[in-house]
C-alpha cells in the first residue's frame, strides 16, 4: 500500500533558480499539508488543503513561495526565486482528518533541499 | 513565540530502563496533543495522542501523560529499546486551528 510521494528526494540548486517540490497523497485522503523542517524552527506548517482547497496558507514565510493542489492525487510546492535561507527538508502529509489536528498525518520521506 | 516546547533536544537513557520525553505548551486552548516519531532519512509517524478529556493514555510500551493544569505533558517509554532511537516530536491543536510541533528531542538508546 503506497504511502505519500514526494519527489525529488534530494534537489540541490543555486540561489535564484526555481524550485518545484511534489507530492502524491495516499489515495481517499481529502487533507494535504507541507510542512518544512529546519534545526532553528523545527516542524513548520506552510500550507494545507482540504478537498483540493487551500484552508490555510498563513505559514507560506513571503511570496516566493507558492503551492497548488490541481486535482486530490497531486501537489506542488513551488519557490520562485530560492534563496539560501530556503535549504531545508519539506514533507509533505495527507490525512483522513480535514485540519489533521485529531487524526493521523501520514509524512512523505521529505524532500532534503540545498540552495547554494 | 513557541506554543510548543521540548527543552531538552536530546536525551539518552539505557536500554530496558524508562524514557521520559517532556513537552510545555502555552495556549491553554489547546484540547488535542500528539506525538510522532521520526527516524533519519524518514518522515514523521504518528506514534500516540490525547485528548484533553484524559489525563494518561496507554498504548504498549507508550504512555502519554497530560497535566493540564501544568501546561505539560510527557511520554513514557517502558522498556526503551533500540529501536526507539528517534527524534519525538510533541504536538498540540486547537479547535479549528492548526497543529503546532515542537521542535523535537532526540532519543539515543544506548546498549
Known amino acids: 500500500d503506497a504511502g505519500v510521494i514526494q519527489s525529488p528526494r534530494h534537489e540541490v540548486t543555486e540561489m535564484g533558480q526555481e524550485v518545484t517540490l511534489r507530492c502524491k497523497p495516499i489515495?481517499?485522503?481529502?487533507?494535504l499539508f507541507w510542512y518544512r523542517q529546519t534545526m532553528m524552527r523545527g516542524l513548520e506548517l506552510l500550507i494545507y488543503?482540504?478537498?483540493?482547497?487551500?484552508?490555510?496558507d498563513s505559514g507560506m514565510p513571503e511570496d516566493r513561495f507558492s503551492a497548488k493542489m490541481p486535482n486530490a492525487s497531486f501537489s506542488t510546492l513551488k519557490i520562485q526565486p530560492s534563496e539560501p535561507r530556503d535549504s531545508a527538508v519539506y514533507f509533505c502529509?495527507?490525512?483522513?482528518?480535514?485540519?489533521?489536528?485529531?487524526?493521523?498525518?501520514?509524512f512523505g520521506e521529505g524532500s532534503r533541499l540545498t540552495v547554494l | 513565540d513557541q506554543q510548543v516546547k521540548q527543552n531538552s533536544p536530546s536525551l539518552s537513557v539505557q536500554e530496558g530502563r524508562i524514557s521520559i520525553l517532556n513537552c510545555d505548551y502555552t495556549?491553554?486552548?489547546?484540547?488535542?496533543f500528539l506525538w510522532y516519531k521520526k527516524y533519519p532519512a524518514e518522515g514523521p509517524t504518528f506514534l500516540i495522542s490525547?485528548?484533553?478529556?484524559?489525563d494518561k493514555n496507554e498504548d504498549g510500551r507508550f504512555t502519554v501523560f497530560l497535566n493540564k493544569s501544568a501546561k505539560h505533558l510527557s511520554l513514557h517509554i517502558v522498556p526503551s529499546q533500540p529501536g526507539d532511537s528517534a527524534v519525538y516530536f510533541c504536538?498540540?491543536?486547537?479547535?479549528?486551528?492548526?497543529?503546532?510541533f515542537g521542535k523535537g528531542t532526540r532519543l539515543h538508546i544506548l546498549p
Open positions: 502529509a495527507s490525512s483522513l482528518s480535514p485540519s489533521g489536528r485529531t487524526g493521523e498525518l501520514f
Open positions: 489515495s481517499g485522503h481529502n487533507s
Open positions: 488543503f482540504n478537498n483540493n482547497v487551500p484552508i490555510d
Open positions: 495556549n491553554s486552548m489547546f484540547d488535542y
Open positions: 490525547i485528548s484533553s478529556i484524559k
Open positions: 504536538a498540540a491543536s486547537a479547535p479549528g486551528s492548526k497543529i503546532i
